[in-house]
């Protein structure tokens, strides 16, 4: 019996240690920066456990995890943002798992330890705005790289055109968006009629540090636009950088640095210098187009800001302990007063001499081919300068006012002769016959002739006063206040006519026997705006944040005032174990005004209808963004439900890019719709997302409830994709895909009210790919604080791979009894870019 307990004893002792030995796994890999390169000493620690872990010279790193328990591993290193790494670990599996910290991009001026500085709002703000990463700016394969092309990938934009940075959001126009670059209001081409015609959009994607995209619902701070605000932030310079990058269609080159801060090395110099220049020159897409021809389009700018710091000799970070222990700074270091100059100068000239088109459209059944013959040439001219001087006081971290001088000059010109004959002609469709697929001309022969010579000169000019105020015990209070005035002057010249003959007659659109269109005005446009704003933004509790604020605005030009109250209400509902939320709900409205500044005066025949007052739209938003782990990767599902009553709307027609309004008339309408995104690392150690929308408006001309129309804009679903791969073994190889399908959005024959929206476009898609490599090249501890080059990035894209025939837009041309043939313009073809991104410290 003795030896039955023994035994027993003996067994129940040994039983823990086999069960604990099977209760445990490894993970094990390497821990990289941006570049690839290991990082040594990197902490890696098991949240809530004692298990952690260093990392070698070569990124190394091993640690043992407790079997069927989800743990959340933290990875920090100085100098590098913090990662999260979650687990289910299984008995006695090993991980193997590279990860990738990205570096900390530093407060200019800032030493904070152990509280965070109040003025960083970052997190208030991430429900305002969807934060769009800048590192894709050059790795997405796009044809015109730029900033804005980055908010084509947002849920609720749409862009049908590879040619233009333009893009529609929510089932709004072109003029509807706001974009600011470092505060300053971004104006578009006002004479441009095709994407091609456009260059690149205004923001080099090199300068750039941040942006905040809004689609809707954004706050009283920003402009007087229905539907969204793109803002983006150039760099403040801490060192010399520089890029250069060679491509067959795009060369940007961009330099940065400081001065040296001779009493104080260990501080940066009162000058900073970012200076960059881009050409891009879009022949090569052209001639890939079914319109052939000599293209020579070519698209040159330089920007450049400067900052200057008077005295840069900050203060100590001064501290107070309240009577009931609590610490709180009341003065943080900062740069008292620093002025800043920023200048741009644009180059645009585009020059076509098309020389023939043959295009097929219609059925298998019953196709019909058109074949154009081209005699004459477009010459279009964009000339602009933009420049801004802005004075930047901080009495201390909590209070900053800024006062901002700028000026914008624009010369549009516009040089066309262009006669075109056309003969349409049914395709021969019988497969046993000799002449299958070939064109059988016996229907119709006609011809047109353009003949434009328009000039616009405009100038604004801008002074703003603007503010921000941290108060309150926890410094839950924060209003920001300002003021601007601006004056606008236009002037406008046109001249143009078009002639349609068909069997040697001259018809116009109606079928009538005269010139199609004939315009010979000119028009002069002067006046002011007067804009303030209020903005208080409350922190109610830490999981509780209310907005609210208002702006006021008289617009001269028709003497009118406008007020628009607007709010928000953000509410974190989840939270994970480090605080981090993980589940938060906005609540957003109020009252958009967008004044008329030209376009929207001018009638066909050139005149002004200068009664016509701002437009208006009333946002009413519900979203929520959820952030959670798949497959032990980190996600964040967005979605949003919005609905935006229309009034006193100006409707217009959309020819490619060129938007043409009807002043007399006026509408109300709607658009309503849903939005959902979903990114994060589909493909594991990288970010990927999906987009869908869902939209419908539609307009009621002339406010009459039983006459109601679509919207040109009523485009009702689109999907956009980008997903990357990387090598698992080596992460600077990668794949880069992107994918835009959008349903048609509604167009018509041109200057014929009741048909502009009556058919819709064929269906938008195109996937492109690109393939990259990243050579990185390591400093040795000798050579700190050398110039060299840090890396070098090539990239060999593949555009529309499927070579998909999107259209871009219409050719109208009628035959003897005056039927009309909607003649498409297609879009690009498949084609290939190399691109070599070359970075210098």
Not at 253 to 264: A, D, L, P, T
Not at 679 to 689: A, T
Request: glycine content about 8%; hydrophobic content about 35%.
């Amino acid at each position: 019996m003795k030896i039955f307990w023994r035994i027993l004893f003996l067994f129940t002792a040994l039983l823990p240690f086999k069960l604990s030995h099977a209760q445990y796994s490894t993970v094990k890999g390497r821990v990289i920066d941006q570049l690839a390169v290991p990082i040594e000493g990197a902490k890696l620690r098991v949240i809530g456990f004692e298990n952690t872990s260093l990392t070698n010279k070569e990124g190394n790193y091993s640690l043992q995890l407790i079997a069927g328990v989800r743990v959340r591993i933290e990875i920090s290193k100085e100098g590098y943002q913090k990662a999260i790494l979650a687990l289910n670990p299984v008995d006695g599996r090993i991980y193997n798992e590279t990860i990738k910290l990205l570096d900390i991009v530093k407060l200019e001026n800032v030493d904070i330890v152990g509280e965070k500085d109040p003025t960083s709002i970052n997190d208030r703000d991430a429900m305002l705005v969807s934060p769009i990463s800048l590192d894709k700016a050059s790795e997405i394969p796009i044809v015109a790289p730029s900033v804005e092309g980055l908010a084509k990938y947002q849920p609720g934009v749409v862009s049908n055109n590879e040619f233009s940075s333009q893009y529609q959001v929510r089932g709004g126009n072109f003029d509807e968006n706001l974009v600011y670059v470092n505060g300053i209001e971004i104006y578009r081409p006002f004479l441009a009629r095709a994407g091609q015609q456009e260059g690149l959009g205004f923001s080099n994607p090199s300068m750039a540090q941040g942006l905040k995209f809004s689609t809707g619902g954004f706050g009283a701070q920003y402009g007087d636009k229905l539907s969204s605000v793109l803002d983006i932030t150039y760099r403040n310079p801490k060192s010399f950088r520089a890029t250069a990058e060679l491509g067959v269609v795009t060369n940007n080159f961009h330099v940065e640095g400081r001065s040296k801060n001779k009493k104080n090395p260990e501080q940066p110099g009162r000058f900073s210098y970012l200076m960059g220049a881009r050409r891009f020159s879009l022949g090569y897409f052209l001639n890939s187009l079914e319109r052939q021809g000599s293209y020579s389009p070519n698209f040159l700018d330089f920007q450049g800001m400067f900052t200057f710091t008077p005295n840069f000799n900050p203060k100590e970070a001064k501290i107070r302990t309240r009577r009931d222990g609590t610490r709180d700074t009341v003065y943080y270091p900062n740069e008292r007063v620093k002025w800043t100059a920023f200048v741009a100068l644009t180059r645009n000239r585009y020059q076509s001499v098309p020389q023939s088109q043959e295009t097929t459209v219609g059925t298998f059944s019953d196709p019909f081919r058109l074949f154009v013959g081209f005699s004459g040439l477009e010459l279009s001219t964009y000339n602009t300068g933009l420049g801004a001087l802005s004075l930047e006081h901080k009495p201390n971290t909590r209070l900053q006012f800024q006062y901002t001088l700028t000026g914008f000059q624009t010369y549009e010109n516009e040089f066309i002769d262009l006669f075109s004959g056309y003969r349409i002609g049914a395709v021969n469709t019988n497969l046993g016959s000799d002449e299958f697929g070939e064109s059988e001309f016996d229907d119709d022969i006609g011809a047109d002739y353009i003949h434009a010579r328009n000039s616009l000169q405009a100038s604004v000019l801008s002074f703003q006063a603007k503010g921000r105020w941290i108060f309150g015990r926890k410094l839950q209070h924060r209003l920001l206040f300002g003021t601007k005035v601006q004056y606008q002057n236009i002037n406008d010249r046109i001249k143009e006519y078009t002639l349609t003959d068909s069997a040697n007659f001259v018809i116009d659109f109606a079928g009538n026997f005269d010139v199609q269109e004939s315009v010979r005005a000119t028009g002069e446009l002067e006046g002011f705006t007067y804009k303030t704003y209020l903005q208080h933004q409350w922190d109610i509790t830490p999981k509780l944040l209310w907005t609210w604020g208002t702006r006021a605005v008289h617009y001269t030009i028709n003497d009118q005032w406008f007020f628009s109250p607007r709010a928000e209400l953000l509410i974190k509902a989840k939270q994970d174990e480090d605080g981090e939320t993980k589940l938060r709900f906005r609540f957003a409205g109020g009252i958009y005004h967008q004044p008329p500044f030209y376009r929207e005066f001018r009638r066909f025949d050139g005149s002004l209808n200068l009664d016509n007052p701002a437009q208006r739209s009333i946002h009413a938003i519900a979203g929520a963004e959820y952030r959670f782990f798949l497959w032990n990767r980190p996600f964040v599902l967005f979605s949003e439900a919005y609905y935006k009553y229309l009034d006193r709307i100006i409707p217009y027609e959309i020819q490619s890019i060129r938007i043409r309004y009807y002043p007399d008339s006026v509408a109300n309408g709607y658009a309503q719709g849903l939005d959902f995104r979903v990114n994060g690392e589909f493909i594991k150690g990288v970010d990927s997302w999906v987009s869908i929308g869902l939209l419908r408006t539609e307009e009621q001309p002339g406010n009459d409830p039983e006459r109601r129309v679509f919207r040109p804009t009523d485009q009702r679903f689109t999907f956009s994709m980008y997903f990357q791969d990387e090598l698992p073994n080596n992460p600077t190889f990668k794949a880069h895909i992107s994918y835009f399908f959008g349903s048609g959005l509604r167009h018509g024959p041109p200057r014929i009210f009741e048909l502009r929206t009556w058919r819709r476009f064929p269906i938008y898609q195109r996937v492109d790919i690109g393939f990259s490599k990243l050579i990185s090249f390591k400093r040795k501890e000798e050579n700190e604080g050398k110039r060299g080059i840090e890396s070098i990035w090539t990239t060999l894209e593949l555009y529309n791979v499927f070579q998909y025939p999107n259209t871009g837009s219409f050719i109208w041309v009628s035959d003897l009894n005056n039927n009309r043939y909607a003649i498409p313009n297609r879009l690009s073809d498949r084609l290939i870019n190399l691109r070599v991104v070359m970075k210098f410290h």
